[in-house]
């Protein structure tokens, strides 16, 4: 059975993208689910030690930077596949990702966000079986910041409408390595400290 280490939020925090590499050649794939950066900056700084790793990656932008912005930081990786409303089979396992904040943040025009009526449009075509991977947690699930649930309806919907083995997801700092299991899925806040489960 595959073996993934997912991870997200890093926000610049190169000891932590250090330790994930080195950690990753016990995995079959790494997973992150966004936020590289720190309000559109320094996107460089983890990309490029993240990008010496021999396992093959799979990711998603975060709301602090944009699909464009990390597709260009990941130019000359070979091993990576950026996800955000499309899928890819890396290391024998379907992959479907969205990336962003979901729904729309309250952080202004820095933050890379979508509506949830945009989100679930991306969420479409989303095959049932893959591993989604989502910046922002399903509604209810892992996503709760001072007593309240932050997380996004729609991709809370594509989970009850799919049941994918496996939700990748952080965002809400406030649960991180939070994890749980709804109708056989499990749901990860991954966090950057990176967790190892088994799909």
């Keep these: 059975m595959p073996r993934?280490?997912?991870?997200?939020?890093?926000?610049?925090?190169?000891?932590?993208?250090?330790s994930l590499v080195q950690r990753a050649a016990s995995a079959d794939v790494l997973v992150g689910a966004g936020d590289f950066a720190v309000k559109r900056r320094g996107l460089s700084d983890v990309i490029d030690v993240l990008s010496g790793v021999d396992?093959?990656?799979?990711l998603v932008p975060g709301n602090s930077e944009s699909n464009e912005e990390l597709r260009a930081a990941c130019a000359a990786w070979p091993g990576?596949?950026?996800?955000?409303?499309?899928?890819?089979?890396?290391?024998?396992?379907?992959f479907f990702g969205l990336g962003g904040g979901v729904p729309v943040t309250p952080f202004g025009s820095w933050s890379?966000?979508?509506?949830?009526?945009?989100?679930?449009?991306?969420?479409?075509?989303?095959?049932?079986?893959?591993?989604?991977?989502?910046?922002?947690?399903?509604h209810g699930l892992v996503d709760t910041s001072g007593g309240q649930h932050l997380g996004s309806?729609?991709?809370?919907?594509?989970?009850?409408?799919?049941?994918?083995?496996?939700?990748?997801?952080?965002?809400?700092?406030?649960?991180?390595?939070?994890?749980?299991?709804?109708?056989?899925?499990?749901?990860v806040n991954a966090g950057p400290g990176g967790t190892l489960v088994t799909v």
């Design 55 to 58: 396992t093959p990656c799979v």
């Design 80 to 94: 990576v596949h950026v996800l955000h409303g499309s899928g890819a089979v890396v290391g024998g396992l379907d």
């Design 4 to 18: 993934l280490l997912l991870f997200s939020d890093l926000h610049r925090d190169v000891l932590a993208a250090v």
């Design 112 to 138: 890379f966000d979508l509506t949830e009526e945009e989100a679930e449009r991306l969420l479409a075509p989303c095959p049932e079986g893959a591993v989604l991977v989502s910046h922002s947690p399903p």
């Design 153 to 187: 309806r729609a991709v809370r919907s594509a989970i009850d409408r799919l049941e994918p083995p496996l939700v990748v997801c952080g965002h809400i700092h406030e649960s991180w390595g939070q994890q749980v299991t709804v109708n056989g899925t499990l749901v």
